[in-house]
T-cell receptor, first 118, second 117 residues
């Protein structure tokens, strides 16, 4: 099973709202990722969690706050967003290490959350 | 610096035609991985294939085939007898390793494939 789930599928929020995006995987993967994708562009990495610790933050504004409560869950807390933050937000997970301890970084993506900030 | 180039922004073909999507990459690493993903209009990126730098064998999976050539730093993707359901944006990606042991993808800009009935 290579399923990553994301909720909600769609989200409309005002600039003063606080909302959260959720991502879940049950593949035993130890790395989880948040991406932002604007129309007609490739996904842009925001954050990487490895073994539940923040490993990479690609200089994302503080109005985006990631959280990894456990190895299966990844949240993205949103506060005081701007209209230009409207995008598709994708979550992904990867095994990080293969069976023999080697590289296994194939990322499996969820269906995304389409966010509109008014 | 790592880089992935997909020079074809958009390709239109008629159903049953063969189509090749190009991917050229740059890396200083001797060990690296390349990937292809499909993104249909629904938005989810669907994993298609992973290839490591030591395995230059071409791969075929049904109507899909991949041609990896280290000499030209290319990893091209061919769809044989295209179908309308193949219409999507296709991304080529290269993995980059960090000292922490974490990896990130360098994505190409994507090629939008339209298959017309």
């Amino acid at each position: 099973d290579t399923e990553v789930t994301q909720t909600p599928k769609h989200l409309v929020m005002g600039m003063t709202n606080k909302k959260s995006l959720k991502c879940e995987q049950h593949m035993g993967h130890r790395a989880m990722y948040w991406y932002k994708q604007k129309a007609k562009k490739p996904p842009e990495l925001m954050f990487v969690y490895s073994y539940e610790k923040l490993s990479i933050n690609e200089s994302v504004p503080s109005r985006f706050s990631p959280e990894c409560p456990n190895s299966s869950l990844l949240n993205l807390h949103l506060h005081a967003l701007q209209p230009e933050d409207s995008a598709l937000y994708l979550c992904a997970s990867s095994q990080e290490k293969g069976m023999a301890g080697g590289r296994e970084e194939t990322q499996y993506f969820g269906p995304g959350t389409r966010l509109l900030v008014l | 610096a790592q880089k992935v180039t997909q020079a074809q922004t958009e390709i239109s073909v008629v159903e049953k035609e063969d189509v090749t999507l190009d991917c050229v990459y740059e890396t200083r690493d001797t060990t690296y991985y390349l990937f292809w993903y499909k993104q249909p209009p629904s938005g989810e990126l669907v994993f298609l294939i992973r290839r490591n730098s030591f395995d230059e064998q071409n791969e075929i999976s049904g109507r899909y085939s991949w041609n990896f050539q280290k000499s030209t730093s290319s990893f091209n993707f061919t769809i044989t007898a295209s179908q309308v359901v193949d219409s999507a944006v296709y991304f080529c990606a290269l993995s980059e390793a960090f000292a922490s042991g974490t990896y990130k993808y360098i994505f190409g800009t994507g090629t939008r494939l339209k298959v017309l009935a």
